[in-house]
Structure formats: C-alpha cells, structure tokens
C-alpha cells in the first residue's frame, strides 16, 4: 500500500477557509421575468402559460449569498485522514496487484476546542494554506467569482 505524500505535516502551523452564508438575498427570476409563468407555444399563433420551473410560480429567487472567510487564528494538523476513493487492477484476473487512489485530508486542532464533539471536521488540501498571506489571496479569489455564490 502506497500513500501519497501529504502536503502538509503533523504539527504544521496552517489557516482554513471556509464558506459562510452570511447574506440572505430576494431577486427577480430571471426566466420568467417575475411574472411566475412563462409562455409555452401550443401553435404558430397560440401560447399556454405554464408556471416557471425556476421559482416555482413565485416570480422569485431567494438564496444565500456564500462568502469565503479564513478563520481568524492559525490551528495546528492534528491529524491526516487517507480515505481510499477507489483503486485501480494491474489486470482483471490478477486481484492481488491493485493499487488505491486516496483523498487527503486534515484534522485541525481547532475541532479540538468542543469537548462534545464526536468526530472532528476533515479539511480538504484546497481549503488549507500555511501562511495567512496566500489564504487571504485565495478568499478573495473565490468571493470575486459571483458564479459560485448559488446554492
């Protein structure tokens, strides 16, 4: 069995980013124009009005609006998670020779501060940096991209 190296090390000094949901926001469906219906075409000159399948009628969209945040404080990795995702035959017949692909995960000691709770978070590698600098570039990065604030 071979692990992939990880990024980071037990013991390494790092800081999260995380979503948040912050602002909750109310805007005019953009398919139907607010009306509730749109208009489906029975014949050259006749057109039904169905309800809009976006909002459901209502002429529209409520949603959170997702911000990316750093948590204030740096944590310290605790812990490293390999979650086999699936894995790969040298051959169909020969089921000993086979080698799995692993997801890399991280336990930060700022799960530690609950003493209820029952299983820490698993931090993804892309949600992880070592210095507040390159967390910070990579916050605004994605608040900047207005196509990913949809739920």
């Excluded at 006749?46 to 409520?62: M, S, V």
Aim: proline share 3%; aromatic share 14%; charged share 25%.
């Amino acid at each position: 069995m071979k692990l992939p190296k990880p990024k980071f090390n037990i013991g390494d000094k790092v800081y999260l980013i995380l979503k948040t949901y912050d602002e909750y926001i109310c805007e005019k469906c953009h398919t139907c124009n607010g009306q509730g219906n749109v208009y489906q075409s029975i014949s050259d000159i006749a057109y039904k009005p169905i309800k809009c399948n976006i909002c459901n009628g209502i002429g529209e969209i409520n949603r959170w609006v997702v911000n990316y945040k750093i948590i204030d404080e740096s944590c310290i990795i605790i812990g490293i998670d390999y979650t086999p995702i699936n894995y790969q035959w040298d051959t169909y017949l020969d089921f000993e020779d086979y080698e799995y692909i692993y997801n890399v995960s991280y336990i930060c000691s700022n799960d530690w501060d609950n003493e209820y709770l029952e299983e820490p978070d698993k931090y993804k590698e892309t949600k992880i940096f070592s210095n507040k600098e390159d967390a910070q570039v990579e916050c605004d990065t994605r608040n900047s991209n207005k196509n990913n604030n949809h739920i």
